[in-house]
């Protein structure tokens, strides 16, 4: 029976929270000194879509089992048992409110320590998020109820290594596609750790275990690790060039306080390995180490680097891990078992004890903020975890972000740069091919696939030359747009307004936000015209490519041609063993493996990236071409690019042609400047969905409201239709905000409050502080 009593429903004031607390409680990993008190009260993050905390009142029997950071049940609305968690000891109760009672403690270990809970805090407050989402997204999905069980504890690290015969072996595994896939992995990669055959490849430990049971691998185990070491002899010890010596120095120097860093350094200067070794220093100092990466799918060697250095000292957290597997990480992690966390995005709460070095590698990666749940930017809260945990954080790029940049300049970070790679290889050479020369005269037709004669040529001449070749396009499918022969009409989602793709190869018309289809034949809507395709995709440029190449061995890697991490392992591995000669792609291309046979990276049209309604489109772009242009000469033979565009004097494609990345960041920081956009001022987005009519309303209603906010530097952008103007059959408008500081920001927030309590016409809002996509 659901008990109808007044919800404790009060609207947390800022810093309350931290008056609250209990005495003692300072002292860290000690958090039940409330469990002493009669009637305890207990501030309450409740995990639903609601801003604020809430007071409850813990009955005597279950009192001496509270403690901070753990998961209640509380009676929440009209639900007898919603999820809670447990983030304050408030001392007095609020005024007018009848209290309800804690119905149960759920963990018997609280699974948040008082510092993950200070950055939840704060993200709650500057992301303007609900507190108690935030603390669910924390926690690896699965955990159950008593705080999970024992995790199965690893103590060897298993090495793999293909055995010899096993490359003439391969044509004798026939149609067991796993087992082909892994094994020419290995073949690729030589010895590794397990830990990256299943990164690499989450579902292969079958096709693993048939493989040795063939003969066709060794496994081994080496029992490593004493408490706090370094694996000697599991990686190359070289001397540290002499860049790379200072930069541990100066890092290593600010130990046991907060500081931040920008390690600013090409792709193969080397930053990696002054990860690595910062972080040996900090184990032998008995401390723990976060490192964020983008993407471990894509690049499933680092970590295999970090675990071939640290052993079972490792704990991974990635989205191609199981629940099961992520949540026995996580607890290693939590019970101090392992102390170096790697991992995504949402790892940036991973319970990392005693944490002294938190490392964002490609800190300008755009998948560090979240968009979808919870919007926060794990760089940005990485940063905070630090200052928070006396830790020193290291942010590492080649193409630092401007935000970054800026915090550098303005003497926050430290700037500490990689100038040249570490064998002072060349980085490759880059050339600019003018597609309006190629199109523009005489109304000629667009090449085919968009391959112009001089990518032509150096394709043939890379390929004959038994070299290997990228080819870039940030475009999926045959067609981008289908148009009318006869009215011009372009064929458009019905419940999205963004035009339908042809993919060839399915046969159909495709929405790539709903994932609606069309038949590819079906006549246009408006007039019953034939409908005819322009705008080249990766399907077209593999199509061309084969074309010109018949005897040439041609792939694609893109989220149509492969599916799952698998997949594009074995992609990425066969590629690796030069089976392939040309690679068509997505960004998937960009990333991942260190390929010693390219010589050739083609980008197949520069301008697709920049062309998007976004203030950083140029910075985006300036961003990719450097990492494609990067994955060339990597080997013995030096590299080339080839970046065909229709804007070749545009300072993104103009930059990258020189890798002048200083030339580009001084002209598009005093852009930026002159627009007032950031990291000259902050951002903020009212994202409004809705009915056509209601999402208009809703909108309006919030830029009434701001209005008597703004001035004093804050500017409102809209009321408007997103770019992207229908998802779903769901109606998008956006309010922007732009002002100098985020204290500004939270004031037309304060101001907004009344509207996004009850939004008007049915919709929804979401706010997003320094949003990331404009679309
Ligand atoms: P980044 O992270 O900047 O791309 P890495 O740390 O991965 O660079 O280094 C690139 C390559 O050079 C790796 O294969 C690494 O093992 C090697 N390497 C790194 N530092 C040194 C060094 N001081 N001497 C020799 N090789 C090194
Ligand atoms: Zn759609």
Redesign the pocket.
């Known amino acids: 029976m659901v008990r109808r009593r007044k919800r404790g429903r009060q609207s947390r004031e800022r810093g309350a929270a931290r008056r609250a607390r209990p005495p003692g409680e300072g002292r860290r990993e000690r958090w039940s000194a409330a469990a002493t008190l009669a009637a305890v009260l207990v501030e309450v993050a409740v995990a639903a879509a609601v801003r604020g905390t809430y007071t409850y009142r813990v009955p005597g029997a279950i009192a001496p089992e509270v403690s901070l950071g753990q998961r209640v049940a509380v009676p929440f609305g009209r639900s007898a048992r919603a999820t809670g968690y447990v983030v304050g000891f408030p001392t007095s109760p609020p005024r007018g409110v009848e209290l309800r009672d804690v119905v149960e403690v759920l963990d018997a270990f609280p699974p948040f320590t008082q510092r993950l809970i200070e950055l939840i805090r704060w993200a709650e407050d500057y992301y303007l998020v609900p507190p108690g989402e935030l603390l669910r997204a924390a926690l690896p999905p699965g955990l159950n109820a008593r705080g999970g069980a024992a995790a199965p504890r690893r103590r060897a690290v298993e090495w793999v290594a293909p055995a010899s015969g096993a490359a003439e072996a391969l044509p004798s595994l026939g149609r067991a596609r796993a087992q082909r896939a892994v094994l020419e992995y290995l073949l690729a990669r030589g010895r590794i750790p397990v830990e990256e055959l299943r990164t690499a490849f989450p579902h292969g430990r079958p096709a693993l275990v048939a493989l040795a049971r063939r003969g066709l691998v060794a496994l081994a185990e080496e029992i490593p690790v004493a408490s706090a070491g370094v694996l000697e002899g599991a990686a190359?010890a070289?001397?540290?060039?002499p860049a790379?010596a200072e930069a541990l120095a100066a890092v290593t120097a600010a130990f046991g306080s907060f500081s931040t860093f920008l390690l600013h350094?090409?792709?193969?200067?080397?930053?990696?390995?002054?990860y690595l070794r910062t972080i040996a220093r900090a184990r032998e100092a008995g401390k723990g180490a976060l490192v964020l990466v983008p993407e471990i799918a894509l690049t499933p060697q680092l970590s295999g680097r970090f675990r071939a250095r640290f052993g079972d000292d490792v704990a991974l957290l990635h989205s191609g891990l199981s629940p099961r597997e992520r949540h026995a990480e996580w607890l290693r992690l939590r019970r101090g078992e392992a102390r170096i966390c790697v991992g995504v995005r949402s790892a940036v709460f991973a319970p990392v004890q005693d944490l002294a070095v938190l490392v964002v590698d490609e800190e300008h990666d755009g998948s560090f903020k979240q968009e979808d749940g919870p919007p926060y930017h794990a760089r940005d809260l990485a940063v905070v975890r630090g200052k928070i945990e006396d830790a020193v954080v290291i942010l590492?790029s080649a193409t630092p972000s401007l935000e970054t940049l800026d915090n550098a300049r303005r003497g926050r970070y430290r700037k500490l740069e990689?100038p040249s790679r570490?064998?002072d290889r060349p980085l490759p050479a880059v050339e600019i091919v003018d597609l309006r020369r190629i199109r523009g005269a005489g109304g000629r037709r667009a090449p085919p696939g968009l391959l112009s004669p001089r990518l032509a040529d150096a394709l043939g001449e890379t390929v004959a030359a038994g070299q290997q070749a990228i080819l870039f396009l940030n475009r999926r499918g045959y067609q981008t747009v289908m148009i009318c022969e006869s009215c011009g009409a372009e064929a458009r989602c019905t419940e999205c307004s963004v035009s339908l793709t042809h993919h060839a190869r399915r046969g159909v018309l495709l929405c790539h936000y709903c994932g609606r289809t069309e038949p590819v034949g079906a006549p246009c809507a408006a007039c019953g015209g034939v409908r005819n395709g322009v705008g080249v995709g990766t399907e077209q440029v593999e199509e061309a490519v084969r074309d010109l190449l018949p005897r040439g061995r041609v792939e694609r890697l893109d989220r149509d041609a492969v599916s799952g991490a698998d997949e594009t392992a074995g992609l990425l591995a066969r590629f690796a063993r030069r089976e392939v000669d040309v690679l068509v792609g997505t960004q998937m291309v960009t990333k991942g493996h260190?390929f010693p046979g390219v010589t050739l990276v083609g980008v197949v049209l520069a301008d697709t990236a920049l062309a998007l309604p976004d203030f950083r489109a140029a910075e985006r772009t300036f961003q990719l071409l450097t990492q494609v242009a990067g994955r060339a000469g990597r080997g013995a033979e030096a590299g080339r690019v080839l970046v065909q565009t229709f804007n070749p004097t545009t300072p993104a494609v103009a930059c990258a042609l020189s890798h002048d990345y200083a030339a580009f960041a001084e002209g598009e920081m005093a852009r930026r400047e002159g627009l007032g956009y950031p990291p000259f001022g902050r951002m903020m987005a009212a994202r409004v969905e809705g009915s056509e009519a209601g999402a208009r309303r809703c909108a309006e209603e919030l830029a009434r409201a701001a209005r008597p906010a703004l001035g004093d530097g804050v500017a409102m952008i809209g009321p408007a239709p997103a770019a992207i103007e229908r998802i779903r059959g769901r109606t998008r408008w956006h309010v922007l905000f732009r002002a100098p500081t985020a204290a500004a920001l939270r004031g037309v927030h304060r101001a907004l409050g009344a509207v996004a309590r009850r939004p008007p016409g049915g919709a929804t809002i979401r706010f997003d502080m320094d949003p990331y996509s404009m679309l």
């Open positions: 190359p070289h001397a540290l060039t790379q350094g090409v792709t193969g200067s080397g930053k990696t390995e002054v590492g990689l570490v064998d260190d």
